[in-house]
């Protein structure tokens, strides 16, 4: 993979968990531990290069491997990217807790039953275009 | 060739009083030490705030996460897998010297300076009356030596419900520093229910901390900045390395850095102490007159196992079993990040099923804001946006709560030394260590009884944590007390039998190993190790 590559990957996994543009900070930081990461096999970048393919189902991809591989090389990134984005001052409103009232509980709600369904397209997903 | 007079090995927690004892009875000490230190973080992280931080730093990545990401954590817990990045500098060169092979025992081990003293979580437990016999110490030296401890390291606590099990007769200490808000909700509830939760069998209180809440010794109050897994800029909390550095600036007070204590052989008149170089690997023999060897219970093992043993000794080796258990507090759901609180533990819950105080477990409860939402979002089977999305709310009434249980000899627990010509010592320590069915099924049901009684205070348990054996940090017992003169024992005043100059001032004498944290008992056994060298001519 070229740099040019992994930065295509932080740009598309920082949209996706921000949903928007992550700095180019995020982005340098991202490229710098992947360069780090020295255990990577042909199978594990498969979901990856899917999801930069496509990365609409980035979500739903997530979900799945959630479930059936959350060790995965796509999570494990995904989980750099998540920890690079929490430790970033600009993003702090994304991470911290916030006063919100009790009929928020209604958002989690809805939230984690969208997270279930998400998460069966998801398995599919996986199973059938990236297995 | 130099003799010093007292030698002691190791700069952690049980080192460090056993050396201020000594020098204050103007002994003089030579201290031999591994002594890694890392990065200095006190010049990058500022003087503000975990929340006030998180919001204005630029360069908080650098001591949250790490520069390489060190700090994050993926696939199997891994040693110092709970660290945070300026931490990490504790277990830093500790593969290549203190190589381990276990099928399931995953110890963490420290060669920094401050040893695991820097990673400690302050808790100060005086043992109660039958877990020092158990453990082969004497009550009324301990309970006096205590006293000195405390008085050293300065101890914050509460003489409340719980005083029983946690002071013992303790009472020079500083108030606790204030519960956040979702501990003062979990022990009004305690308070409510105090009589149904205690026929149980259950009691509850502050934990007492090596932590101060009033100014001592130049050490600033806490200052309730939620940093305290991070930083020790203002330090309230102690740390070993705090009475070293002050004790370098006594005259008869010499630290040495940089030496890996491989074995000892005793002369006539003296001592031999065979280092490695950390620097080359270089052979380097140092002498003294008396040696306290104050490295840990698994060092202290090897090395007297170097020293003493042959091929086929084994040592047994005592650990507390761990379990930590996420729960969620519905009260504080949806609730703003709170900028004053605190890191370490601030309830602890005694399980006393006999009511005699003999053979207990203990839960202590804290609260998560400052180990931010990637250490947890792992645990839930949802992908990362719509974890994070139910995380930011919830992640206010997140409470851990850790549980430690007692640990006994077993004849299938040991340690021992088999070749490995891989590493600078030519050997590595093999472990072996399990619990046996009956104990994994009390401890079990003793998790489940604390799951529920938690509930009674509203607080409910999503899923319980068995981070492996080795996880608790707590290891005792490798070269036990022994009243007969046994070859790698140690006779109760801490001398190791067959010797008459070298003394254990860790944990390793240890034959049993309570719930309750060792590290305050270690460091008075230290003190007192220390007060016999002295006597020792």
């Known amino acids: 993979m070229t740099s040019g590559d992994v930065e295509y990957e932080a740009l598309i996994f920082g949209k996706y968990l921000l949903k928007k543009t992550p700095n180019t900070k995020a982005i340098k930081l991202y490229v710098d531990a992947i360069e780090n990461i020295n255990d990577v096999t042909m199978h594990s970048v498969k979901s990856i290069q899917f999801v930069c393919e ?10 799945g491997l959630a479930i059936i591989e959350p060790e995965s090389e796509l999570r494990r990134r995904l989980y750099m990217m998540f920890s690079i984005l929490e430790s970033s001052s600009e993003y702090h409103t994304y991470f911290l807790p916030r006063k919100r009232s009790s009929f928020y509980v209604l958002v989690i709600g809805i939230t984690g039953i969208s997270a279930v369904v998400r998460a069966v397209v998801g398995v599919i997903i996986v199973r059938v275009a990236i297995k | 060739m130099k003799i010093h007079d007292i030698l002691i090995v190791g700069s952690g927690c049980s080192a460090a009083m056993s050396a201020q004892t000594l020098i204050d009875n103007d002994a003089s000490v030579f201290m031999l ?61 500790v593969d290549q010297y203190e190589a381990i092979q276990s099928k399931d025992f995953s110890p963490v081990e420290s060669l920094g300076y401050g040893g695991l003293g820097i990673g400690w979580g302050v808790q100060c437990w005086e043992y109660s009356d039958a877990d020092i016999d158990a453990v082969g110490l004497n009550k009324v030296q301990m309970r006096a030596a205590y006293k000195v401890v405390s008085e050293r390291i300065g101890v914050s606590a509460t003489n409340d419900d719980a005083a029983r099990y946690s002071l013992g007769s303790l ?12 501990h003062r909700r979990i022990h009004m509830a305690y308070l409510k229910h105090k009589n149904a939760i205690e026929s149980r069998g259950f009691f509850m209180g502050r934990t007492p901390l090596a932590l101060i809440t009033e100014e001592k010794d130049g050490r600033k109050a806490y200052q309730y900045k939620d940093m305290d897994y991070y930083s020790d800029n ?32 005793e002369k006539k008149d003296y001592i031999e102490v ?15 007159k008396k040696l306290i060897l104050a490295t840990g219970a698994l060092s202290t093992g090897r090395i007297v196992l170097r020293s003493q043993g042959d091929q086929h000794d084994t040592l047994p080796i005592l650990c507390n079993p761990y379990t930590y258990v996420p729960c969620l507090h ?11 609180k605190m890191g370490f533990a601030q309830l602890s819950l005694f399980l006393d099923e006999n009511f005699n105080d003999t053979n207990i477990s203990i839960a202590s409860t804290y609260s998560y804001q400052s180990l931010m939402l990637f250490r947890i979002i792992l645990q839930m089977p949802f992908n990362f946006v719509d974890a994070r999305t139910i995380m930011r709310y919830l992640a206010s009434g997140l409470v851990i709560m850790g549980i430690h249980h007692p640990d006994s000899f077993d ?69 036990p007390f022994s009243h007969s003169p046994e070859k790698l024992h140690l006779n109760p005043d801490g001398r190791l039998h067959g010797t008459k100059s070298i003394f254990v001032a860790d944990s390793s004498g240890f034959n049993y190993l309570p719930s309750r944290g060792l590290t305050f008992s270690l460091m008075a056994n230290a003190h007192l190790v220390a007060e016999r060298v002295l006597k020792n001519e």
């Open chain 2, 33 to 93: 030490d591994a002594g890694v230190t890392g990065k200095d973080y006190r010049t990058i992280i500022p003087d503000k705030d975990f929340i006030d931080l998180r919001k204005t730093e630029d360069n908080q990545h650098e001591y949250l996460v790490g520069k390489r990401l060190e700090g994050v954590q993926w696939g199997a817990m891994g040693k110092g897998a709970q660290l945070t990045p300026p931490r990490h500098y504790m277990t830093d060169r």
């Open chain 2, 234 to 265: 203002d330090r309230s909390a102690w740390r070993p390395w705090m009475t070293i550095d002050a004790l370098k600036k006594r005259k008869n007070f010499t630290y040495q850095s940089g030496y890996f204590v491989e074995s000892f052989i």
């Open chain 2, 171 to 182: 009472d020079n200490f500083q108030s606790s520093p204030r519960m956040d808000k979702i």
């Open chain 2, 411 to 479: 004849s299938n627990n040991t340690i021992r030394l088999i070749k490995d010509k891989n590493s600078p010592t030519g050997d590595k320590l093999k472990i072996n260590y399990s619990l046996n069915n009956v104990t994994k099924k009390i401890n079990d049901a003793r998790e489940k009884k604390f799951v529920r009684i938690m509930r009674k205070m509203n607080v409910f348990a999503i899923k319980r944590i068995n981070p492996g054996y080795g996880s608790s940090i707590h290891y005792a017992g490798t070269v």
């Open chain 2, 274 to 288: 065979n280092t490695i170089s950390m620097k080359d690997d270089s052979r380097l023999i140092f002498y003294c």
């Open chain 1, 54 to 63: 496509h990365p609409k189902l980035l979500r739903l991809v997530d979900s």
């Open chain 2, 330 to 340: 519905p009260y504080n759901f949806g609730k703003d990040a709170e900028n004053k």
